[in-house]
Every structure is written in C-alpha cells, then in structure tokens.
C-alpha cells in the first residue's frame, strides 16, 4: 500500500527534472587543444590507421592510376615517368605513401585480430600496437633503403 500522502501531481512534480532555463549550464570546452590531448598506443594507431586509409585514398589511388596510365601510354611517356620518380621530392611523396600502405596494412590485420577477440585485453592490445607501429615503421625504412 502507498503511504504517500501527496496528491500525484506533486509527486510527479517532484521526478521531473527541472526546466532547462534553471539548470546550471555545463561548461564545455570552446576548442579543441589537439597537441595537449595524450592519445593512448592503441588510439594513437587507430589515429594513424585512419590517416593512412584517407592518405592512400586521396593521393595513392590518383598518382597509382596515373603512373599506370603513362606508363601504358608509350615509351616515352615511361620513360618521363621513370624520370620523375627518380626526382628526390618525388621518392620522398613515394616513401609517405609507402609508409601509409605499410601501416595501415599492419593496423588492419591488427584490427581483424581484435575482431576475432584475440589480444583485446588491455597489455596485448598495447603490445600489438607498439608492434604495428615498429614493423610499419622498420618496413619503411627498407622500402627507402631499396629506393633511394
């Protein structure tokens, strides 16, 4: 039995939240201070992941689909090909996209594994990422050793 002595619209009154005007404003951030937020190993690679995919989809898929189209094209429109990729700045756009198919290759055998529930703890989910992060980067290093 109720032994609440309150008509209904009091006790209703007392659940309901108050009204928006007499709530005390939250205070939210104006900005985003990127370089202060630390990012955890994992998040950090995810980052990255991220960024790679966007750089491969952006600059990789066009300069891929051209280089293939010149190199079709004739044998002097290889040869002017040749020439250009043998231009430092031009090893250096190379080396970026290496790396970026390098690590995000790496990150995304990373993440099916997370699919698949294997190392989702906490240590090997940090571990796995320390991992991608020096085998993208040792496998870039050789990619520029053999291209320069």
Same mark, same amino acid.
């Given at each position: 039995?109720?032994?609440?002595?309150?008509?209904?619209?009091?006790?209703?009154?007392?659940?309901?939240?108050?009204?928006?005007?007499?709530?005390?404003?939250?205070?939210?951030?104006?900005?985003?201070?990127?370089?202060?937020?630390?990012?955890?190993?994992?998040?950090?690679?995810?980052?990255?992941?991220?960024? $790679?995919? #966007?750089? &491969?989809?952006?600059?990789?898929?066009?300069? =891929?689909?051209?280089? /293939?189209?010149?190199? @079709? +094209?004739? !044998?002097? $429109?290889? #040869?002017? &090909?040749?020439?250009?990729?043998?231009?430092? =700045?031009?090893?250096? /756009?190379?080396?970026? @996209? +290496?790396? !970026?198919?390098?690590?995000?290759?790496?990150?995304?055998?990373?993440?099916?594994? =997370?699919?698949?529930?294997?190392?989702?703890? @906490?240590?090997? !989910?940090?571990?796995?990422?320390?991992?991608?992060?020096?085998?993208?980067?040792? =496998?870039?290093?050789?990619?520029?050793?053999? @291209?320069?």
């Amino acid at each position: 039995m109720n032994m609440d002595t309150r008509s209904f619209d009091d006790r209703a009154g007392a659940r309901d939240p108050a009204p928006s005007s007499e709530r005390p404003a939250r205070a939210r951030p104006v900005y985003l201070d990127l370089p202060r937020i630390r990012l955890p190993v994992p998040g950090f690679v995810s980052f990255l992941h991220r960024v $790679s995919g #966007a750089l &491969l989809f952006v600059v990789g898929i066009p300069l =891929l689909l051209a280089g /293939v189209g010149m190199s @079709l +094209a004739s !044998a002097d $429109s290889f #040869a002017q &090909l040749r020439s250009t990729a043998a231009h430092p =700045l031009a090893k250096l /756009v190379l080396l970026g @996209l +290496a790396w !970026a198919y390098i690590h995000h290759f790496c990150a995304g055998i990373r993440f099916l594994l =997370l699919d698949l529930h294997a190392g989702i703890e @906490l240590p090997g !989910a940090r571990r796995s990422s320390v991992i991608v992060l020096v085998v993208s980067v040792a =496998l870039t290093i050789a990619v520029g050793v053999r @291209l320069w």
